[in-house]
């Protein structure tokens, strides 16, 4: 089994396999740490990373980026409107998701955000399970920390068309700290003051800042900001709109009006933007970039600046807000780490240091130290690995709450209650309870909806509970349900139960306390009262059953040792009494439509596939050619009459002619047919050389044998 993490970006995606030894970034097909995160539509076939980034100048309507920024999302969302900023080919709405259209094997298609990221990850999948030599399954992949209840579905969804099993989702700095964290030997003990890490990731759409605090085999995130449109890109886009006014003016051409133009345009600046984190000034030159017009400019560091001056101007918002929810000062903070490509602009550097007032680290890989912090989560979480454990405490990061209609039997019932709140810790489950008397229906969606990306709907799920019906008394069910914000910072009511106040006798026992702690109001009273219902609640679901196990233990032992007759006593008790089916809709996809996918992905792999195994056979017939040329008159000479030279000869050439006419673009089939008439000729020549080879040897193990 695998265990692989995946720092699944929007500019580039990074893999992380743990091995034996420790977590290696693995490499791709062409030897890069890092895929582009791109996916393209050809005649015959996808291009998936390298091929699609590749092809895409000469195939911009057909390539697709941003993947990860539009899963989940719909087409009217503005912050959509901004990625198709950055995505070539024309976005589209698919039944309320957003989609790309393409053209792929001649035809038009759409295809929904879910299935182009699945497509990237069927990819990813290729490229660990090729370089592990192993079929490749769990993963561990990260996302923005401001990732919402269906951003996150889409991706799991994504993953499981691909054939991926997610075993976490983990927020971007929660990775990277994880893989500090893990690896450090001297982190301060449970009673010493936590060290406290403030990590920053800059990449190339987005910038988020966590503070952490580490204690030895722990980290608990105490607040966690970000900034979701500043990244690399706006630096190159602030570039590209710079250098579209001087060429207009300077060479009188508009790229604006040429897409290809502007592309070409981004990949320098982009360029230009990483020579200048290391010079004060870099020349752009671009050859015929449109009519015929080769452009050639300058540019300082400082010009940049003053290009991207409001953006640099926000820098500090995300590090305030997140010292202030951490309710920390700069001065608590021991250590800023940076991680993310654009963290190396010296600018950004500059201003970060100076908000701090502290040295900047870079002691973790700034492009590898999110995907390897993956790989350690999956490490931990698969049962094939064994691994220190390492406790990870993350948080809400926006309020969720539930609501209902009131019940028909309580006029005065509340009708939504907070159950997250942001800085809670993540994952946690709440047992939320409800007096019925009848099958109810919940929803939960995110409490304040301005705090969401873009036009994000704020619903994520509907849950019915089935089941409830009063007693023979008309008494209220007490409905218990579980709400769990899980792993994956995903919503779930996971299951739901009903429970009756019994009388039991339990020991009583030694210290008052703790009774008091466990909030049993109730009147000890062996009268059977009926349910009287208050407000619909929530609690911390360990927190109703910890302190009761542990002081049953503790009485038992001591009765045992003074062998004494345990003092009990008769209290009420709420005991579970059955289950209460639950069914959900949430944003996640339907079943059948995930299957459907799946099916619809693995017949893509296998196209892909046949046309990769296609140009295997075309190149191995060209080959073959150029060789039984290059020796029927050279090693094969002596084994050929000239009858069959002249024969053969002509059978390679017309081979050649045909290879480069129609038969260019053949069928696998095809090129296998020729291989086979090239080799009826050459075989039996082929045959004579090996025999005599063959014949020699014998002879020569005979001698030596004598
Ligand atoms: P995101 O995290 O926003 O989803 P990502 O993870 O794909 O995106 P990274 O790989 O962290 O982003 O960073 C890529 C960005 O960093 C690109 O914009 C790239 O141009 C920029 N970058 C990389 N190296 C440098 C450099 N030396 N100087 C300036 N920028 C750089
Ligand atoms: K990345
Ligand atoms: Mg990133």
Redesign the pocket.
């Known amino acids: 089994m695998s265990v692989v993490g995946v ?1 699944f ?6 893999i992380a396999v743990a091995r034996n030894r420790g977590v290696d970034v693995i490499t791709n097909e062409v030897s890069n740490r ?1 895929t582009p ?1 791109l996916v393209g539509f050809g005649p015959k076939s996808r291009y998936l990373g390298e091929p699609a980034k590749t092809q895409e100048i000469s195939n911009l309507k057909n390539t697709v980026g941003s993947l ?2 539009l899963a989940g999302r719909s087409l009217s969302d503005p912050d959509v409107q901004i990625e198709q900023q950055y995505v070539s080919a024309p976005l589209v709405d698919i039944n309320g998701q957003v989609g790309a259209e393409v053209t792929y094997m001649g035809q038009k298609e759409k295809y929904t955000a879910v299935q182009l990221v699945s497509m990237f990850l069927s990819k990813v999948k290729a490229t660990a399970s090729a370089e592990l030599k192993l079929p490749v399954s769990d993963l561990v992949m990260s996302v ?1 920390a401001w990732f919402t209840d269906i951003q996150r579905r889409a991706l799991m969804d994504a993953a499981e068309i691909a054939g991926l099993k997610l075993l976490r989702l983990m927020n ?1 700095t929660t990775a990277a700290a994880l893989g500090y964290g893990i690896t450090k030997t001297d982190l301060p003990t449970a009673e010493e003051k936590p060290r406290r890490v403030a990590f920053i ?6 910038y988020s800042c966590s503070i952490v605090e580490f204690k030895k085999g722990e980290l608990t995130v105490k607040s966690t900001t970000y900034d979701r449109h500043f ?3 706006d ?2 886009k602030a570039l590209v709109d710079h250098f579209a006014a001087e060429f207009k003016e300077k060479y009188k051409i508009d790229i604006k009006t040429n897409p290809k133009a502007v592309v070409r345009v981004a990949a320098a600046a ?1 360029k230009l ?2 020579i ?3 010079n004060l000034q870099a020349p752009i030159n671009i050859e015929s970039l449109m009519n015929d017009v080769d452009v050639s400019t300058m540019m300082k560091r400082e010009e940049l600046e003053a290009l991207v001056e409001p953006l640099l101007k926000r820098v500090h918002v995300p590090l305030e807000q997140a010292l202030l929810e951490a309710k920390l000062t700069k001065d608590d903070i021991d250590i800023v780490e940076l ?4 963290t ?2 010296p600018a950004l550097k500059e201003r970060i240091q100076k908000f701090f007032g502290k040295t900047l680290s870079f002691t973790l890989n ?2 590898e130290a ?1 995907a390897r912090g993956c790989a350690f989560s999956c490490a931990i979480l698969s049962p094939v690995f064994r691994v220190r454990d390492f406790a990870i405490h993350d948080i809400v990061n926006y309020p969720i709450e539930f609501t209902w209609e009131k019940s028909p039997d309580i006029p005065d019932e509340d009708t939504s209650l907070t159950v997250f709140n942001r800085g809670n810790q993540m994952p946690s489950t709440k047992i939320l309870t409800f007096y019925r008397k009848e099958a109810f229906n919940l929803e939960a969606k995110y409490a304040q909806p301005e705090l969401l990306p873009g036009k994000t709907n704020p619903w994520i799920g509907r849950f019915s509970v089935k089941n409830v019906k009063a007693d023979s008394k008309d008494d209220f069910m007490v409905c218990k349900l579980k709400a769990r914000l899980n792993l994956h910072g995903i919503l779930n009511v996971e299951s739901g139960y009903y429970v009756e106040d019994m009388e039991v006798e339990e020991p009583i026992p030694e210290e008052k306390e703790s009774e008091k702690k466990e909030g049993d109001k109730k009147d000890p009273d062996v009268r059977r009262d009926p349910v009287v219902p208050s407000q619909p609640s929530s609690e911390d679901e360990h927190a109703t059953k910890r302190p009761r196990l542990n002081e049953n233990l503790l009485t038992t032992k001591k009765a045992m040792e003074t062998d004494d007759k345990p003092k009990t006593r008769k209290v009420k008790k709420q005991v579970r009494k059955g289950d209460l089916p639950i069914i959900s809709g949430t944003a996640s996809l339907e079943e059948t439509a995930k299957a459907a996918a799946a099916e619809k992905e693995m017949a893509m792999i296998m196209e892909d596939k046949l046309v990769a195994d296609t140009e295997e056979k075309k190149n191995e017939l060209e080959t073959y050619i150029y060789e039984m040329r290059n020796k029927i008159d050279d090693t094969y000479a002596d084994f050929a009459s000239d009858e069959e030279k002249t024969k053969l000869k002509a059978k390679l050439e017309a081979s050649e002619d045909w290879l480069y006419d129609e038969g260019e673009d053949a069928t696998k089939a095809v090129y296998i047919a020729k291989m086979d008439e090239i080799r009826a000729v050459a075989g039996p020549i082929v045959q004579r050389y090996w025999d005599k080879l063959e014949a020699e040897r014998a002879a020569q193990k005979a001698a030596e044998d004598a």
Request: charged residues 30%; aromatic residues 2%.
């Open positions: 720092d970006g929007t500019a580039n995606t990074v890092a995160s990860k920024r923005p971007d990731d800059i990449g190339h759409s987005n990244g690399g890109r630096f190159d982009e933007k990483k200048l984190s290391a991680v993310g490509g654009c190396r602009v700034q492009d999110i």
